[in-house]
C-alpha cells in the first residue's frame, strides 16, 4: 500500500535516549527542558525571536486569533485544510472567503480589499502546500486598512522568502509538527511573532493565564506541549536536511515522469524557496481526477484530494462565492510524498497516471520511457 504520506520516524535510539533523561527527571509536560530546548532549536534553525511550543497546530491558530483580539470578520482563504476556517469559527469571528490566485493557488491579495467592511479585524492566510503568499501585497493592504495579519504556516517549515523566514511575516505566523508535516512532533505546533506583547499574551493563555501557582491574568486554556513529544521533535530536527533533500529529488522524479501530461504544479512564488512538503497537480478536470484516483487505488495507490472541497462550502460559514478555489478543489490531488518512497514507487505511480490518461484520451502512443 502506498499512502498519500507516512510519518518521518528517526531512529529510535535517538528517541530512547532522550526519554531515559524524561525518567531521570520525572518531568513530562509543563516547559519541561526539552520543551524549552525545542523552542530554542527552533527559533535558530527559523530565525525566530520570539517562538512557543504549544499543543497543536490549531491551537497556534487559536492563540493567535485571541492574542489579536480579532472579532467580527476576517478575511481567509477558502483553500486550506478546514483548521484555517474552524478556528475562526470556534473563535467567534465570520471567516470571509477570498477567492484564490489560480496559479498559486495562495490567496488573491486583489479579491482582499473589496471585501473589507467597518467590521473587518484582520487577514488570515495560509501559505498552501508550502508555496509562500504574496506577503508584501497582504501587507501592504493591511496596512492601509488597519488589519492584523495572521499567517497559517502549517505546511511551510523550513520556507524562505526574501532571504528571511517565511515566519518572519505577518504579526503572529503559526506551525503545525502533526505527525503528517514535513517536521513533527507526533501531534504539535508553534505561534511566532515578532512583538513580545503578543508572545507574552500567547504565553499566558498557554498556561491557564498563570502568572505564579496563585495568581492568574485573564481567561487562559491548556496550549502546553508535553516532554515526549519534544523529544520526538528534537530526535526529528537533525534530519530535516535529509528528508527535504529526499523530496526534493522524489519532486524532481515526479517533474520529469509527468512532463507532457497536461497537469499543472501550483506556481511558486517568485522570491521564496520551497519546501517540498507536498506534491500537489492540478488535473483537467473532476472527471479525469476521479479516474486516476480509482486506477491508483485498483494498485493500492492512495493519492489525497488535498483540499476538497473548498471551505467557502462548508455548512457552518456564508459560502460567499470563489469559483476559483472552486475549480481548484474540484480537481486538485495531491500524489505520494515521504521520506521512504521510492524512486520504483514514483515511476509506478507516474506510470498508473500516464496508462490512465492514455486509455482515456485513447489517440497517440504515450513514450512511458524515462525522459532524459
Ligand atoms: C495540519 C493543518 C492545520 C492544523 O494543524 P494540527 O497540528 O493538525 O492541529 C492547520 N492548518 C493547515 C493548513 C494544516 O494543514
Not at 13 to 41: C, H, M, Y
Not at 65 to 80: H, N
Request: aromatic share 10%; charged share 20%; proline share 5%.
Amino acid at each position: 500500500m502506498i499512502p498519500v504520506t507516512k510519518p518521518f520516524l528517526p531512529p529510535k535510539e535517538d528517541f530512547d535516549q532522550l526519554v531515559a533523561g524524561i525518567w531521570q527527571r520525572n518531568w513530562l509536560t509543563n516547559e519541561g527542558p526539552l520543551s524549552s530546548k525545542l523552542e530554542l532549536e527552533l527559533k535558530k534553525i527559523l530565525g525566530q525571536e520570539h517562538l512557543l511550543f504549544v499543543t497543536n497546530g490549531t491551537i497556534a491558530l487559536q492563540l493567535a486569533i485571541r492574542a489579536l483580539g480579532l472579532t467580527g470578520e476576517v478575511i481567509t482563504t477558502p483553500f486550506s485544510y478546514v483548521a484555517t476556517t474552524s478556528s475562526l469559527v470556534w473563535e467567534g469571528c465570520e471567516p470571509v472567503f477570498a477567492d484564490i490566485d489560480p496559479l498559486t493557488l495562495n490567496i488573491d491579495p486583489s479579491a482582499i480589499e473589496a471585501l473589507i467592511t467597518p467590521r473587518t479585524s484582520g487577514i488570515l492566510a495560509t501559505h498552501v502546500f508550502g508555496n509562500s503568499c504574496d506577503v508584501e501585497a497582504i501587507q501592504e493592504i493591511a496596512d492601509r486598512h488597519g488589519l492584523k495579519v495572521i499567517y497559517d504556516g502549517a505546511h511551510a517549515f523550513g520556507v524562505n522568502y526574501k532571504g528571511e523566514s517565511i515566519f518572519s511575516y505577518g504579526d503572529i505566523s503559526t506551525c503545525s509538527f502533526h505527525a503528517t508535516k514535513l517536521f513533527h512532533t507526533i501531534e504539535g505546533g508553534a505561534v511566532m511573532t515578532k512583538d513580545p506583547e503578543l508572545l507574552r499574551k500567547m504565553s499566558l493563555f498557554r498556561s491557564f493565564g498563570h502568572t505564579s501557582a496563585t495568581s492568574f491574568e485573564g481567561v487562559g486554556i491548556n496550549g502546553k506541549n508535553s516532554e515526549f513529544h519534544a523529544a520526538m521533535g528534537l530526535a526529528n530536527l537533525n534530519h530535516i536536511p535529509q528528508i527535504i533533500a529526499r523530496r526534493k529529488k522524489l519532486s524532481k522524479l515526479y517533474d520529469k515522469w509527468l512532463q507532457g501530461f497536461d497537469c499543472k504544479l501550483p506556481r511558486k512564488q517568485e522570491g521564496a524557496t520551497y519546501n517540498y512538503a507536498y506534491y500537489p497537480i492540478l488535473l483537467s478536470s473532476e472527471k479525469e481526477l476521479k479516474g486516476i484516483i480509482d486506477a491508483l487505488n485498483r494498485s493500492d495507490v492512495y493519492p489525497r484530494r488535498y483540499f476538497y472541497p473548498s471551505l467557502s462550502q462548508l455548512d457552518y460559514v456564508n459560502n460567499w462565492p470563489t469559483p476559483r478555489a472552486d475549480d481548484a478543489a474540484s480537481r486538485i490531488l495531491c500524489l505520494p510524498l515521504y521520506h521512504e518512497l521510492s524512486e520504483e514507487e514514483v515511476e509506478l505511480i507516474c506510470r498508473l497516471i500516464l496508462r490512465e490518461k492514455r486509455y482515456k484520451v485513447g489517440s497517440k502512443k504515450l513514450n512511458l520511457k524515462m525522459p532524459a
